[in-house]
C-alpha cells in the first residue's frame, strides 16, 4: 500500500519536473532519472530504473526535435513505477536484464 509520505514526495517531485522543463532544463528532467528517483521513494530501485529506462527509449525514438509536440515520458516513468510498486507489479525481464539484476 502506498503511504502518505510517498503520495507527498512523488507529488513534490513531479511539480519540480515541471519547472524544470519550463526554466533551468537540466538532466533531472530525463525518465531514468525520474523511475530512479520514484523507484528510490517507492523502495524498488529496479523496477524505477526498468520502467525508466524503457520509456527513455521511447523517447530516444520517437522524440520530435522542433516540432509542436513534446512527449511526457517523465511524468509516465513516475506514475508508472509508482503504480506497479504499489500493485506490486513487476516488469517482465529478459535472459538478460535478469542477469543483471541479481
Not at 526535435?65 to 513505477?81: K, M, N, P, Q, Y
Amino acid at each position: 500500500m502506498i503511504q502518505w509520505w510517498q503520495i507527498l514526495l512523488l507529488t513534490l517531485y513531479s511539480a519540480y519536473q515541471i519547472c524544470d522543463e519550463l526554466t533551468i532544463v537540466s538532466s533531472a528532467g530525463s525518465p531514468v532519472f525520474a523511475g530512479f528517483i520514484t523507484g528510490l521513494i517507492m523502495g524498488d530501485m529496479g523496477t524505477g530504473l526498468f520502467i525508466g529506462a524503457s520509456l527513455q527509449l521511447v523517447v530516444l525514438g520517437v522524440g520530435t526535435f522542433g516540432g509542436a509536440s513534446r512527449i511526457d515520458a517523465t511524468s509516465g516513468a513516475v506514475l508508472a513505477t509508482a503504480f506497479s510498486v504499489a500493485q506490486g507489479i513487476k516488469p517482465l525481464k529478459s535472459r538478460f536484464q535478469q542477469s543483471l539484476f541479481r
